[in-house]
């Protein structure tokens, strides 16, 4: 029985700063439970001053802890433990699913395995990875050797808060960094859960440590802390490019940015069993109520296949139901809050007075109360500067244009700004080459839509999407930075 009742959890308090509950005497922040916008909890913001303690605790315990010298397999050890926690504990899920959009089955049976995973892929890159010896002259040894950063700064969004910073944390702990993580100030309360079990699972007191806050005050001061050498960061676009600027100007430092996007999902007339394709489309921009960066929001379909296709989406679409995140039975998430509610709906405003038509969908689910449930929303007869086509909506709307040929439905795909990802349907090998190449985005997903358990591919958009990868070996490396040495023997 995974239902649970909300007023039943105990939430953690605060910050966890060296192994310890912190309760600070910042602003207070309150947090609301998207599922019925009712009060969760109260939070309060960590000041610069309480920023600063955490980030020189973080340096002292990755320097004296040994946790950065220690065999790396020892590290992979502690990791590994982490992740069995991670899945036994009774407590996690249910802080998941009550601060966030999270639905528990959801969180049972994707999030925290999907966590979990993420840790142990990492613990074994601990001692698999690692530098290079670099051809020189006779005499002469060339090495490149991969040093931990000392302490990484991670901030992460609100939509997926498990999964987010077990992306952060994962490569970093595992390279012998100390991080400092800043959930968002929406979903605080599981990353704390989080950072308890690690202590658990012997990760030495204050190299994994949690502040609370807004990006104004915690954010930008964590960002700019001297002592924090890397900063790896998921959100939103507009905040990636300030956090990119704060970094330069505080000290240089290497940025990893995870951010917005509009994806597109390209459908050829030969894409296959077309309700295996409303399948995928569906699942694409409704999972998680839309609010992922990755989801699949423009349906470009070829004219042949179109009509039949919609019609499938539509009937899909009318048979999702709202339920509150903490019901076993609950399947679709509600909006965060009612800011990104109102966003969704002045978006779709926009949208029609452009001459867009809503073909179902459109609106609030009825009797959900101050919960902010939103219709699975589809959008036609749009010109590719309609705001709906073109700015990152972050809820279950998708906008639909019709091609003719390939050059055409490419042409739609690429968008001017975000390049996160793409789906190409179609079962005409070449043509999937020809997109795969033709689209700019990060990730291209044929015949399918969505991230696999494996965890070697890696993510991370082109151009306003962002700047390195999240997951692979590639967020391990960039973890670490490069020494070369040369000897002369
Ligand atoms: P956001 O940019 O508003 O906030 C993200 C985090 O940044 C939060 O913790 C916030 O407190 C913090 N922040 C805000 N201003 C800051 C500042 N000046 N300095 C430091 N930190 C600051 O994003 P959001 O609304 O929480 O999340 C939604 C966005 O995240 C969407 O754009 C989505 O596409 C993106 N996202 C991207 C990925 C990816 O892998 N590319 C994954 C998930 C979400």
Redesign the pocket.
Known sequence: MLSFKPENIALPAGHYINGQHVAGSGDRLAVNRPSDGLLAGEMTEASRELVDEAVSVADRAVRESGWASCPPRQRGAVLRRWADLIVADPQLAQLESLGSTRPIHDVVNHEIPFTAEAIRFYAECADKFSGDVLPTRDASLGMLVPEPYGVIGA??????PLS?ASWKCGPALAAGNAVVL?????TPFSTVRLAELALQAGLPAGVLNIVQG???VT??A??AHPLVRKVS????????A??MS?AAFNGMKPVTL????KSPQLVFDDAGDLDEVAGRILRGFTANGGQ???AGTRLIVQRGIADVLIAKLITLCQSFRPGVTWDESSRYAPMIDSRQACKVESVIASARAQGAEVLVGGGRFADTGEGYFWQPTLLAGLEQDNPAVQE?I?GPVLTVQIFDDEAEGLALASHPTYG?CAGVHTKNIDRALRAMRGIAAGTVWINRYGRSGDFIIP???FNG??IGK?LGRQAFEACQRYKSVLIDF
């Open positions: 901030i992460t969004p609100w939509n997926f987010m800043k959930p968002s100030e929406l807004g990006g104004a954010g930008s964590l960002v960061f998921t959100g939103s676009t507009a905040t990636g300030r956090i704060d995870e951010l917005g996007g992922a960066c990755v990152e972050f996160l993510t991370g958009g999407s962002g999240d």
